[in-house]
T-cell receptor
């Protein structure tokens, strides 16, 4: 299936630093979702973006959908140790299909 | 409300043995998904059901894998015979008919095939 590419694969930050992960697709996306998976846990839905140029915020997390609907980003302000985990951008597809990107693993040093 | 329930949580078996993973979706959800997660391949969709009917099984790796959903509250994923390369975490997820694409994942079954 058509993939979404995420960068970086891994990111170490000092607690309090900001963090950004990027998601890119070669084709236009109908929507993009973001999930978080804590170490040893399961993916948990964070948000869905549908509109071109959409920006949504959840406390310290800011999600953006590109104007061309081919890319998205997740920015975390002032990371905390509770932010540790892998963040996946997920392509919504026909019917109920979801295609997960490779994820960005965030590690936060206290 | 109880979330998606999976059993067993951990399974260790020997190559050639049959393995059955079980899933109970959230009550009222009419779509169910089976995923496999490995370090090498990430999170892959294996198969999904709508209203107990398999819709897309293109992700099922080979004939050794089969999945059933006999009713709205139960699904199984079977591997027969199992091989060491099947070792992975298998997740089940479910979704409501009237929601957009948000899926609720179970805790997963960690399978080790020796």
């Amino acid at each position: 299936g058509q993939q979404v590419m995420q960068i970086p694969q891994y990111q170490h930050v000092q607690e309090g630093e900001d963090f950004t992960t990027y998601c890119n697709s070669s084709t236009t996306l109908s929507n993009i979702q973001w999930y978080k998976q804590r170490p040893g846990g399961h993916p948990v839905f964070l948000i869905q973006l549908v509109k071109s140029g959409e920006v949504k915020k959840q406390k310290r997390l800011t999600f953006q959908f590109g104007e061309a609907k081919k890319n998205s980003s997740l920015h975390i302000t002032a990371t905390q140790t509770t932010d540790v985990g892998t963040y996946f951008c997920v392509r919504g597809g026909a019917g109920n299909m979801l295609t997960f990107g490779g994820g960005t693993r965030l590690m936060v040093k206290p | 409300d109880a979330g998606v329930i999976q059993s067993p949580r951990h399974e260790v078996t020997e190559m050639g043995q049959e393995v059955t993973l079980r899933c109970k979706p959230i009550s009222g959800h009419n779509s169910l998904f089976w995923y496999r997660q490995t370090m090498m391949r990430g999170l892959e969709l294996l198969i999904y059901f709508n209203n107990n009917v398999p819709i897309d099984d293109s992700g099922m790796p080979e004939d050794r894998f089969s999945a059933k959903m006999p009713n709205a509250s139960f699904s199984t994923l079977k591997i027969q015979p199992s091989e060491p390369r099947d070792s992975a975490v298998y997740f089940c997820a479910s979704k409501r008919r009237d929601s957009y694409n948000e899926q609720f994942f179970g805790p997963g079954t960690r399978l080790t095939v020796l």
